[in-house]
């Protein structure tokens, strides 16, 4: 089930300076979309939790990557993303 804060964006709708999640397309109905992320001790993963995912802006960049790959997405982040989703920090001992 796809959640109501989220948009796909296709490559033509990209909005320079605009931050996006970058994700990965569900294959199935049942599968939620698959973020591009980093976990809490800097490794680049694939994650469904938001909190964790990686940002980026819209630019020419991402908008090829999207014509390239037509199996990813661009997602509109959220406004209260910040306020929604809080990120862990690494403990120091």
Not at 17 to 29: E, I
Request: charged letters at 30%; glycine letters at 4%; hydrophobic letters at 35%.
């Amino acid at each position: 089930m796809v959640q109501a804060w989220i948009k796909p964006i296709e490559a033509a709708q990209v909005v320079e300076r605009t931050v996006y999640f970058l994700a990965l397309r569900p294959r199935t109905t049942m599968q939620s979309y698959s973020l591009y992320g980093t976990n809490i001790k800097g490794r680049s993963i694939i994650t469904c939790k938001p909190g964790i995912a990686n940002r980026v802006y819209g630019n020419e960049k991402l908008r090829e990557l999207l014509r390239n790959n037509p199996d990813h997405v661009a997602l509109e982040v959220p406004a209260d993303a910040d306020k929604r989703w809080h990120r862990r920090s690494r403990r120091i001992r």
